[in-house]
């Protein structure tokens, strides 16, 4: 918001340098690079936060949407998210009026999260797979190198 504060005010600026009424030449580049600068954060403040609500209505982190997750049943590219007004909760926290004031009041403990239940049958790389068994001396015949 403050960029876009900076780049609205030195806009009426902009247009006397554009019409010729700025009398300093220094002024001329001042006038010109604040523009500059204020529009092009501006841009890339916008386009970052618009990619960080995106990951907070999915329940991701920025690793993990660049790496899918991997748990016991497998690779799980959206294992967290719970739907987005519970993906929200999750972030923010139960309570609407503490969004946006920077305190803790989201729920758990920051070592366990609730996950989206997958069962085994229905997950694509595990559905024609046989249990599997331990024993331990067809391991060792394994690991024999002839």
Known sequence: LYCLYIATTVFNYFIKYW????????SKFHVLFLLFVACMFFVSLVILFGYHCWLVSRNKTTLEAFCTPVF???PEKNGFNLGFI?????????NKKFWLIPIGSSPGDGHSFPMRSVNESQNPL????????????ETRDDMILY
């Open 19 to 26: 019409r010729g009424e700025l009398p300093s030449v220094r």
């Open 72 to 74: 016991t049943s497998g």
């Open 86 to 94: 519970k993906n929200i909760q999750q972030v923010f926290g139960d």
């Open 126 to 137: 595990l559905a024609n797979e046989e249990p599997w068994e331990d024993n331990e001396d």
